[in-house]
């Protein structure tokens, strides 16, 4: 699900975009094509700040049989550590601190 802050701000950059490529071949002074250019770039930038906004959604830790066994390996021979880390390649989603707690917990 996209957006629709992401969507406006995204239109809103192409179409500074445009208006300082029509004004510059339009004959217009040089300073209204490089405020439009800088406009556009502080919706891209606000564009890509919300959609990263919305990808950093913590998902839940959930661990196969195989993965518990392995996290469980690697706790019993005292590389807590590697058991964290692997976790986290496994738990794309999650946060770091969520990810420690529930190896912790195993």
Do not use: H, Y
Not at 26 to 47: E, F, K, Q, R, T
Not at 75 to 80: L, P, R, T, V
């Amino acid at each position: 699900m996209k957006n629709p802050m992401t969507n406006l701000a995204f239109s809103v950059a192409a179409l500074f975009c445009v208006v300082a490529l029509i004004t510059r071949f339009a004959g217009s002074p040089v300073i209204v094509p490089i405020l439009s250019i800088i406009v556009a770039a502080i919706a891209l930038v606000v564009g890509m700040r919300t959609r990263a906004a919305g990808l950093t959604v913590d998902q839940p830790v959930v661990f196969t049989a195989d993965q518990v066994k392995k996290i469980q390996e690697l706790k019993s021979q005292g590389q807590e550590g590697s058991a964290i880390r692997q976790a986290q390649l496994w738990s794309r989603g999650a946060s770091a601190e969520a990810v420690a707690e529930a190896v912790r917990k195993l």
